[in-house]
């Protein structure tokens, strides 16, 4: 499995941007697949997931109602779209997945994560 993270910036408060993770290397029905972030200094943090099969999407607190994660099945993509940015989403995002059974309740835990792409680096000036 392979994932591709591409997208990342800068941009100013208020601003909007949009991250891709492309995914290859096998069908993805029955993963879960999602966007951490890491601040300088800071430990990996949970931001959004979805499962491939059925689209059920969980968020971090801070992100709801601005963040959107989605996926794109004939592309083999996963999508952040991030609206409304804050200088505290100052970060570089990562794009994971791990396959998960569909009865175990998403996990935002990083270290339960299988295959993980290179980070992306999005900067929110205020």
């Known amino acids: 499995v392979q994932l591709q993270a591409c997208g990342g910036g800068m941009v100013q408060a208020g601003g909007c941007l949009r991250l891709?993770?492309?995914?290859?290397?096998?069908?993805?029905?029955?993963?879960?697949m999602a966007w951490f972030r890491q601040a300088p200094g800071k430990e990996r943090e949970f931001v959004a997931a979805?499962?491939?099969?059925?689209?059920?999407?969980y968020y971090l607190d801070s992100v709801k109602g601005r963040f959107t994660i989605s996926r794109d099945n004939a592309k083999n993509t996963m999508y952040l779209q991030m609206n409304s940015l804050k200088p505290e989403d100052t970060a570089v995002y990562y794009c994971?997945?791990?396959?998960?059974?569909?009865?175990?309740?998403?996990?935002?835990?990083?270290?339960?994560?299988?295959?993980w792409g290179q980070g992306t680096q999005l900067t929110v000036s205020s």
């Open positions: 979805i499962r491939w099969s059925g689209g059920t999407t």
């Open positions: 994971a997945a791990v396959k998960r059974s569909p009865l175990l309740v998403l996990t935002t835990t990083p270290a339960n994560y299988d295959y």
């Open positions: 891709s993770c492309a995914a290859s290397g096998r069908t993805f029905s029955g993963y879960v």
